[in-house]
């Protein structure tokens, strides 16, 4: 039987060794690439096209969401796995709005990644239990307050997520322009929203947020005045 091909895109080489040597445990299932950032997934997962990509959300360069969202954008059909050390509800939230197959906490135990694999594979979905509970609590909680919507990270947009990343990477608007091929005053203009959205209302807030949220990994280097 073919095995299913798997794309590991996590930035942290250790964390990415550890994981490529558990799945090369499972007779059914090959790790066909690695990624070490965002833009480096979306590149492979073009070339690849590998089965499931497992996508940690915290990627440099490009956050797993939006790296997410340019991989199905390219090929719909495909299956991902979003990876994280945050469990954040308003992040799960949001990656299953882009078209996330599942998520997995990096807390959990070794065989569920597998499971997931062969789960999302089949075409269900697939949560760590206890993002699972959570969010059948979440639902029971919203159907009685009348299914509103949520707030916070679900409403932001991809561009959105995009500037958040990099303003919490410590860059300044020019370098967020620069990086994103946009006018400083569009970068201006996503800042303010997402202050909005988020009822922040200054750049050291939305940093901690960011790092409280798993947009980056809280061992990035950041100032946070």
């Given at each position: ?28 299932i ?106 059948i ?11 509103q ?5 679900a ?20 370098e ?48 946070i005045?």
């Amino acid at each position: 039987m073919k095995p299913i091909t798997v794309l590991l895109a996590e930035d942290h080489s250790m964390v990415r060794e550890g994981l490529r040597a558990l799945l090369q445990l499972e007779a059914d299932i090959q790790v066909a690439g690695e990624a070490e950032n965002g833009r480096e997934a979306v590149a492979l997962a073009a070339k690849l096209s590998p089965d499931v990509t497992i996508m940690d959300i915290a990627m440099p360069l490009l956050n797993g969401l939006e790296a997410m969202r340019q991989i199905l954008q390219a090929a719909p059909g495909r299956k991902v796995i979003m990876l994280t050390a945050h469990g954040d509800d308003a992040y799960v939230e949001k990656a299953m709005q882009l078209g996330a197959s599942g998520f997995v906490i990096k807390q959990s135990e070794s065989h569920i990644l597998a499971e997931a694999i062969r789960t999302v594979h089949k075409g269900k979905q697939f949560f760590s239990p206890s993002i699972s509970r959570r969010r059948i609590q979440q639902q029971r909680k919203a159907k009685a307050m009348g299914g509103q919507p949520r707030d916070h990270a679900a409403r932001l947009s991809p561009r959105e997520m995009e500037v958040l990343q990099l303003i919490a990477e410590g860059k300044a608007n020019k370098e967020t322009a620069d990086e994103l091929h946009i006018s400083i005053k569009t970068v201006e203009k996503h800042r303010q929203s997402l202050m909005e959205k988020l009822n922040i209302h200054d750049t050291a807030s939305l940093t901690r947020y960011a790092i409280a949220s798993g947009v980056i990994d809280g061992g990035v280097q950041v100032t946070i005045l």
